[in-house]
T-cell receptor
Framework: GQQLNQSPQSMFIQEGEDVSMNCTSSSIFNTWLWYKQDPGEGPVLLIALYKAGELTSNGRLTAQFGITRKDSFLNISASIPSDVGIYFCAGLSGRGKSTFGDGTTLTVKP | GAVVSQHPSRVICKSGTSVKIECRSLDFQATTMFWYRQFPKQSLMLMATSNEGSKATYEQGVEKDKFLINHASLTLSTLTVTSAHPEDSSFYIC???????????????FGSGTQLSVL
């Protein structure tokens, strides 16, 4: 089946630093979605990307849909303590069929 | 924004009993919903696709008689874990695909998850 490689697996950063994580795949996806999950909760949608090359921002978050449609990155600028959590990328291949990355665990030190 | 309600959030049951988990789309209709299982510190693993008015589609290795899925309306899907055993203990999450979507606006909205503990 399809697989997504998400990196890094974990990050420990200082408050105020920028963060970058990415997902790559051997398969093409129609849609890339980025989610944040807090412990014991379901994933919350952060950004949705629909076109190759598309760059989209949501506050301090910026994500891009790779030009080859096989990769995507998420940047978080000026991190704050509440950014702590697990970030997942998901590739959709039609009618909601999703493949998830393994997640990036972000720790922000005040 | 689109809201998906999942209930219960936590359930503890005895081995051999059945547990039903509900997933509701509160402000949109969804012909398709998905059920996932998530182990601690791991990613979401798709278990099955729930289709309104038809049989669910199960991923390879998921027992359809063990995990019964019913999608009786455009806003409700249920997952019943039958004859639960300790190895079924996990975090179960649903997601819903809004009905009026195309490839240019496809999004998945997730419920808040159900932590199942089987004693």
């Amino acid at each position: 089946g399809q697989q997504l490689n998400q990196s890094p697996q974990s990050m420990f950063i200082q408050e105020g630093e920028d963060v970058s994580m990415n997902c790559t795949s051997s398969s093409i996806f129609n849609t890339w979605l980025w989610y944040k999950q807090d412990p014991g909760e379901g994933p919350v949608l952060l950004i949705a990307l629909y076109k190759a090359g598309e760059l989209t921002s949501n506050g301090r978050l910026t994500a891009q849909f790779g030009i080859t449609r096989k990769d995507s990155f998420l940047n978080i600028s000026a991190s704050i303590p509440s950014d702590v959590g697990i970030y997942f990328c998901a590739g959709l291949s039609g009618r909601g069929k999703s493949t998830f990355g393994d997640g990036t665990t972000l720790t922000v030190k005040p | 924004g689109a809201v998906v309600s999942q209930h219960p959030s936590r359930v503890i049951c005895k081995s051999g009993t059945s547990v039903k988990i509900e997933c509701r789309s509160l402000d949109f209709q969804a012909t398709t919903m998905f059920w996932y299982r998530q182990f601690p510190k791991q990613s979401l693993m798709l278990m099955a696709t729930s289709n309104e008015g038809s049989k669910a589609t199960y991923e390879q290795g998921v027992e359809k008689d063990k995990f019964l899925i019913n999608h009786a309306s455009l806003t409700l899907s249920t997952l019943t874990v039958t004859s639960a055993h300790p190895e079924d203990s996990s975090f179960y999450i649903c997601s819903a695909l809004p009905m009026r979507v195309t490839e240019v606006n496809e999004k998945l909205f997730f419920g808040s998850g159900t932590q199942l503990s089987v004693l």
